[in-house]
């Protein structure tokens, strides 16, 4: 099979890595009946349709280092259709991705604004307010 070279040049932080795509990949493909070569690279596309959710930019809005709005369009239609089991292609493969990612420290897990102060508050008396 002939590999599809990346023609768009993006680095976003909702950018999958090529490594983490490459499983998924085959499920992606799959989506869809392959009558033609395809032109365009999955990972790009799949790209693009992570930059929306965690950008909260509008279709129309979508950087010009992705593919064409509709060409994205078109993949997140088929990738979110509802199978027999009520769920998508889309959720599986992200959370397929989920499970064969590498696991975080419970160090950066914790968030160090909100935990700002708490020790040197309980060493003076105060207690939480409660209800809050």
Known sequence: MKTQRSTFSHNYPSDATREAFEIIRGDLEGAKTKTRPREIDLYNVFCAIQYLPKSGCQWRMLPADFPKRGIVRYYYDVWS????????????????????????????????????????????????????
């Open 81 to 132: 259709k509802p199978d027999a089991n009520g769920g998508t292609l889309l959720a599986r493969v992200l959370k397929k991705m989920d499970r064969h990612a590498p696991q975080r420290r419970a160090a950066s897990r914790q968030d160090p604004v909100r935990d700002c102060g708490r020790a040197e508050r309980a060493k003076r008396g105060h207690r939480p307010r409660e209800g809050v």
